[in-house]
């Protein structure tokens, strides 16, 4: 596709479960980046990745978050033991390169109950 | 996780005016800043864009304004339409790393 691609964009899991987030970014971009937004709040960073570089994950609030990106190809957030608390839109955006414009995905709600 | 406040402010004006959303940004090592529109339900979308070495950037109906000195950065929307309702999102690029401002929601009053 054209854009970031981002599934399931729903998910509505039980307290505990473990969840796994897909992002697709646009082909060509080595820049991704993860963010959680909390209704009505800004962009909460997470993690970037940047091409085959060391990932810089500042942002992951817990143990119970991890993320990958095999290349520069798909991303996967995935979320432990999942906590009332997680629930969120994760958004997902991928650049060509650094320091330009992302593209965001329309993102995943998930809602932990 | 990392952002600049977790409140969003609120911005009504009447359509067919000018619009100014303001946005204080937190490091001054930052080199890039972009301003994002973001729709009920959507992700967030590039409006316009600035480097630290302009002050002043101008696009369709848009605006991009930079103070360096004060970590200022604001967006202007010249006569604003309905459409223009959204929240709008300044955001920094410090060290590669995309740090978004709290955003504003824009409402606009037909």
């Known amino acids: 596709g054209a854009g970031v691609s981002q599934s399931p964009s729903n998910k509505v899991t039980e307290k505990g479960k473990d969840v796994e987030l897909r992002c697709d970014p646009i082909?060509?971009?080595?820049?991704l980046y993860w963010y959680r937004q909390r209704l009505g709040q800004g962009l909460e960073f997470l993690i970037y990745f940047q091409g085959n570089s060391a990932p810089d994950k500042s942002g992951l609030p817990s143990d119970r978050f991890s993320a990958e990106r095999t290349g520069e190809s798909v991303s996967t957030l995935t979320i432990q033991r999942t906590q009332q608390e997680d629930s969120a839109v994760y958004l997902c955006a991928s650049s060509p390169w650094t320091n330009t414009e992302a593209f965001f995905g329309q993102g995943t709600r998930l809602t932990v109950v | 996780g990392e952002s600049v406040g977790l409140h969003l402010p609120t911005l009504s004006v009447q359509e067919g005016d000018n619009s100014i959303i303001n946005c204080a940004y937190s490091n001054s090592a930052s080199d890039y800043f972009i301003w994002y529109k973001q729709e009920s339900g959507k992700g967030p979308q590039f409006i316009i864009d600035?480097?630290?070495?302009?002050d002043k950037r101008q696009g369709q109906r848009v605006t991009v304004l930079l103070n360096k000195t004060v970590k200022h950065l604001s967006l202007q929307i010249a006569a604003t339409q309905p459409g223009d309702s959204a929240v709008y999102f300044c955001?920094?690029?410090?060290?590669?790393?995309?740090?978004f401002g709290p955003g504003t929601s824009l409402s606009v009053i037909p």
């Open positions: 955001a920094e690029n410090l060290r590669d790393k995309v740090i």
């Open positions: 082909s060509g971009h080595t820049a």
């Open positions: 600035i480097r630290s070495n302009m």
